[in-house]
C-alpha cells in the first residue's frame, strides 16, 4: 500500500481504504476468472517460455542414457555440478532475480536492478563456489556463528551481531512445544535479512564505512524487532499453545499496542503460559522501543498504520472456521491480499525508507500470488489443522458451493496481471514467475507422489484442462526452474533441525557423562582406615561432591569414548585424576591467601567449613590420588601411560606457574597479553590436558594432537572471559558463587581491561579461533562445536 494511500488517517480507517483497495483488486480478478480472459495470453506467455526450458532430443541423446544431476539436498555436489554443465550464472540470475522482485519490490525491466542483480550474482557465485562436494551438512552462513561473526568484522558490525545471537538465542530458548521451533527460527531469520537488504539497497554507492555499519547495525535491530512478530504473534495466534481465553487476552494487548503505540503491561494472567507470555511481552516491548527510537514520527505512524493492516487482516483470517459454510468469497480473499501484501511493506516503514510508489505499486499486486503458492504447497497440513484457506474451504465445499472461486485458477489469473498488468509483459519477469509457478507445481508433485498429485490437479484444474495440459507437459518436461532460495530454505531448515538435534544429544551426553562420573568420584574408606586420614577424605569427598559441572572429564569421556573408540570403563581412572586435580585446584584458588572465596559450587569453601590447614591438606591428597588414578590405567600401552602422567605432570606445573602469576598481578593493571597468558596457564591448559590426554592414550597422531591443543587454547580463553562477564553479570543462586567478587579483589580480568562490550568482541574472536581449528580436525567432532556454543552462552 502506497504510504501517500494511507494518509495517515489512523489505523481504523487505513484499514478501511486498504479494504477498498484490496476489494478493487479481487474484482478484478474475478472478473478475469469468471470469463477466463487471462488464458488465451498465458498460454502464449508460457510456448514462449518453453523454449528456454524444453530442448529437442539430439540423435546423439536417443541412444544415450540421459545423466540426472545430483541431488540438490547434497549442498556443496550440487552446485558444482551446475557450474559444470554451464548452468549456475541462470540458476543464480532468476533467483537474485526473484528475491529483488518478491522482497525488495524491484521492476526487472531497470537498468540498475540488472546492473545490481549481475553484481550479487557474481558475489554469489564466488562464494558458494567455496563449496565442495559432500559439504550438505555444512552449517549456512546466518548459522555458523564464526562466519557470522567473521563477516560481522569485515563490516564494522559486531556489538550489533553479538547483540543478534544473544537475542536468537533467547528466542529458541523460549519456542513453546506445540510449535515448530525450525520454522519460527527460519522466519525470524528471514525478516531480519530481508530488512537489511532493504537497507542495503538503499544505501548510496559512496556512503562511507562507518555510516554503513550504523545503517546495517540499525538494521539488525529493527529487522528482530519486526521480525519477532512471526514465531510471537502470528505463529504462535496460529499454534494451540495458548487457550481461547489468552489468546483473546493476548491479542488484545498486540492490537491495542498498535493503536496507541504504546505495549500496554501486562495485568493479572489468567493463563498457564504466564512465564512465556511476561518473556514475550519483554521483547516485544523492547522491539517496539528500538523501532520508536530509530524511527522519525511520521515514519513510526506509517508503520502502525502498515502493522495494524497486516495484524487486523490476520485476525480475520484466523478467527475463521473450517466447519462455517457460508463465507463469501470476499471474507475468504480480501483478507489475504491485505496480509500478504501488507507483510513486506511493513518492512519499509520499519526501515522509514522513503515513499516508493513504484514498491507499493508492484508489492501490494505481488503479494496474493506469494500466498497462493505457499497455501498450495502447505494444504494438507491446514486441512490437518482446520486451517482455512482459499485451498482448504474449496476442497471441502466446492461441491455444495458452485459458487466458490477456484483458488488455483485465480492464481493463474494472478500471474497474468503480474506480468502484463504490473510489470508491463517484461520477459524477465515472465521467466522469473514462471520459473517459480512450474518450479512449485514439479516440488509438490515430488512431495506428495505422482498419484496424489493428480488427484489435486483433478481436482482445482478441471475448469480450464486444455491450459492444464500445457502446464503439466512443463511440470514435467521442463528442466532449470529450481532457485537457490528455496535451496537455502531446505538446507536452512534441515540444518536448523540437525542443529537442535545435536545439541539435545549434546546435553544428553553430558548428562549421562556426569551421572556415570559422579558415581565414581567418592574416594573410599578402606578398612583399618587411620583416624587421621578419615577426615581428610571426608574433606575432599565434600568438595567432590559440590554441585559441579564436570566439564573436564565430561569431555575426556566422550572424547575418549565417542570420538577415539576406547571403552568406557577402562577411562574411569583417567575421568577421576582429572576431576582429582581440577578440585584440587578450587580448593586452593578459595583460600583466604589467594582468592579468599567463601562459596564455591552452591556451597560453603572448604575453609570455611574445616579450616585453612585442612583444605591445603585435601588438596595435597587429592592431587595424589589423582597421579594414583593415572599410574592404574593398566589396559593401555605403557609407554602411553608414561607420556600421559608426564604430561599431566607438565601441565599440574604450568597451572600452578598461571595461579602464582594470577596472585602476583591482584593490584596490577595488565595488558591483553599478560592476561592471556595467565587465563591459558590458569583455565586453558586444563581444558587442553581433557582432550590430549584421551587422545595420548588412544595414540593419536601428533599433528592431530597440536589442533585439539589449539581448539583448546581459544576456547579456555573464550571461557574465562565468559567466566569474567558473568563475574559482572551473572545471578549469585545460579552461578553457585558470589559475584563481583573480581571488582571487590581489585583482580584485572578481561572486562576491566576491555570493557563488558570489549570483553564480548574479544570471546567470540577465541569463538572464531576455536571453531577454525575444529575445522582443520580430519573428524567432525560436533560435540566440541556444541561445547563451544555452551561455553559463550551459559548463565552459570
Not at 476489494?23 to 508460457?46: C, E, G, H, M, R
Not at 569474567?724 to 578481561?750: C, I, M, R
Request: hydrophobic letters at 40%.
Amino acid at each position: 500500500m502506497n504510504t501517500h494511500y494511507i494518509n495517515h488517517a489512523g489505523p481504523d480507517a487505513s484499514y478501511r481504504l486498504a479494504e477498498e483497495k484490496a476489494a478493487q483488486y479481487f474484482s478484478t480478478l474475478n472478473a478475469q476468472v469468471k470469463n477466463q480472459s487471462f488464458l488465451p495470453i498465458l498460454t502464449n506467455d508460457i510456448q514462449l517460455w518453453k523454449r528456454n526450458h524444453i530442448s529437442k532430443p539430439s540423435l546423439l541423446s536417443l541412444f544415450s542414457k540421459k545423466k540426472k544431476g545430483p541431488d540438490s539436498r547434497d549442498y556443496g555436489r550440487y552446485i558444482q555440478w551446475l557450474n559444470y554443465t554451464g548452468k549456475l550464472d541462470d540458476y543464480l540470475d532468476r533467483s537474485v532475480s526473484y528475491i529483488y522482485m518478491r522482497d525488495l519490490g524491484k521492476a526487472l525491466d531497470s537498468p540498475e536492478t540488472k546492473n545490481r542483480i549481475q553484481r550479487i550474482v557474481a558475489d554469489v557465485k564466488r562464494y558458494v563456489l567455496q563449496l565442495k562436494a559432500g559439504e550438505s551438512d555444512k552449517l549456512p552462513a546466518t548459522l555458523d556463528l564464526a562466519e557470522l561473526y567473521r563477516g560481522s568484522q569485515k563490516l564494522g558490525i559486531e556489538a550489533s551481531t553479538i547483540w543478534l545471537i544473544d537475542k536468537l538465542r533467547g528466542v529458541a530458548a523460549h519456542i513453546p512445544e506445540g510449535m515448530s521451533a525450525e520454522h519460527a527460527e527460519r522466519k525470524l531469520l528471514k525478516i531480519i535479512i530481508g530488512v537489511m537488504m532493504h537497507v542495503y539497497e538503499e544505501l548510496d554507492a559512496d556512503v562511507s564505512p562507518s555510516v554503513r555499519a550504523q545503517k546495517l547495525s540499525e538494521a539488525i535491530r529493527l529487522g528482530y524487532s519486526y521480525g519477532l512478530t512471526y514465531p510471537f504473534i502470528d505463529d504462535l495466534l496460529d499454534s494451540h499453545v495458548l487457550t481461547p481465553e489468552e489468546k483473546e487476552q493476548y491479542s488484545h494487548m498486540i492490537r491495542s499496542a498498535l493503536l496507541t503505540g504504546i505495549v500496554p503491561e501486562i495485568k493479572l494472567w489468567t493463563g498457564s503460559n504466564q512465564e512465556l507470555i511476561q518473556y514475550i511481552h519483554a521483547e516485544l516491548k523492547e522491539a517496539f522501543e528500538t523501532i520508536e527510537n530509530i524511527q522519525s514520527e511520521e515514519s513510526r505512524q506509517v508503520f502502525f498504520e502498515q502493522s495494524y493492516v497486516f495484524f487486523q487482516s490476520q485476525e480475520q483470517d484466523r478467527a475463521k472456521s473450517l466447519a462455517y459454510a457460508s463465507y463469501t468469497n470476499e471474507e475468504l480473499y480480501i483478507p489475504v491480499i491485505l496480509k500478504s501484501s501488507s507483510s513486506r511493506q511493513v518492512v519499509r516503514s520499519v526501515i522509514a525508507a522513503s515513499v516508493d510508489d513504484g514498491f507499493d505499486h508492484r508489492t501490494f499486486y505481488y503479494g496474493l500470488y506469494n500466498q497462493l503458492a505457499d497455501d498450495f504447497a502447505d494444504m494438507f497440513d491446514d486441512m490437518n489443522h482446520g486451517a482455512v484457506t482459499p485451498y482448504t474451504y474449496y476442497l471441502k465445499y466446492r461441491h455444495q458451493r458452485p459458487d466458490l472461486m477456484n483458488p488455483f485458477e485465480l492464481y493463474w489469473a494472478v500471474i497474468h496481471h503480474l506480468i502484463h498488468g504490473v510489470h508491463h509483459s517484461d520477459s524477465s519477469t515472465r521467466e522469473v514467475i514462471l520459473d517459480r509457478a512450474i518450479n512449485g507445481l514439479k516440488r509438490c508433485k515430488e512431495r506428495v507422489g505422482t498419484e496424489k498429485y493428480n488427484e489435486i490437479m483433478d481436482i482445482f484444474a478441471s475448469g480450464i484442462p486444455t491450459f492444464n495440459k500445457l502446464v503439466q507437459q512443463m511440470v514435467w518436461k521442463a528442466n532449470d526452474v529450481d532457485f537457490f532460495d528455496k535451496l537455502l530454505r531446505d538446507q536452512l531448515v534441515t540444518a536448523l533441525r540437525n542443529n537442535q538435534r545435536e545439541k539435545e544429544e549434546f546435553f544428553n551426553t553430558i548428562d549421562k557423562a556426569r551421572d556415570q562420573i559422579n558415581s565414581v568420584l567418592k574416594i573410599p574408606k578402606e578398612d583399618g582406615i587411620s583416624p587421621m586420614k578419615e577426615p581428610l577424605i571426608d574433606a575432599a569427598n565434600y568438595s567432590l561432591e559440590g554441585d559441579g559441572k564436570r566439564l573436564r572429564p565430561i569431555l575426556s569421556w566422550t572424547i575418549a569414548v565417542n570420538t577415539f573408540g576406547l571403552n568406557a570403563s577402562e577411562i574411569v581412572p583417567l575421568l577421576r585424576s582429572i576431576e582429582y586435580m581440577h578440585t584440587a585446584s578450587l580448593i586452593f584458588d578459595d583460600l583466604p591467601s589467594q582468592d579468599n572465596a567463601s562459596i564455591r559450587r552452591g556451597r560453603p569453601t572448604l575453609h570455611q567449613v574445616h579450616n585453612i590447614a585442612t583444605a591445603e591438606l585435601t588438596g595435597l591428597l587429592l592431587i595424589q590420588r589423582a597421579i594414583k588414578e593415572q599410574s592404574s590405567l593398566k589396559s593401555f600401552d605403557p609407554k602411553a601411560v608414561l607420556a600421559l602422567m608426564q604430561y599431566s605432570a607438565h601441565k599440574t606445573e604450568e597451572m600452578c606457574m598461571g595461579q602464582a602469576m594470577d596472585l602476583d598481578s591482584k593490584g596490577k593493571v595488565l595488558n591483553l597479553d599478560q592476561l592471556n597468558m595467565i587465563c591459558f596457564y590458569k583455565t586453558g591448559v586444563a581444558f587442553e590436558a581433557s582432550l590430549v590426554m584421551p587422545a595420548i592414550l588412544a595414540q593419536i597422531p601428533e599433528k592431530e594432537i597440536e589442533t585439539l591443543k589449539k581448539y583448546a587454547y581459544h576456547a579456555g580463553i573464550a571461557f574465562q572471559i565468559k567466566d569474567d562477564l558473568l563475574d559482572l553479570e551473572g545471578d549469585t543462586h545460579v552461578l553457585g558463587k558470589p559475584v563481583g567478587q573480581d571488582a571487590q579483589n581489585n583482580n584485572s580480568n578481561f572486562v576491566s581491561i576491555l570493557g563488558q562490550g570489549g570483553a564480548r568482541k574479544e570471546m567470540w574472536e577465541h569463538y572464531c579461533l576455536a571453531m577454525e581449528a575444529l575445522k582443520d580436525l580430519p573428524r567432525n567432532i560436533a560435540f566440541l562445536r556444541h561445547l563451544l556454543n555452551y561455553f559463550v552462552n551459559r548463565d552459570r
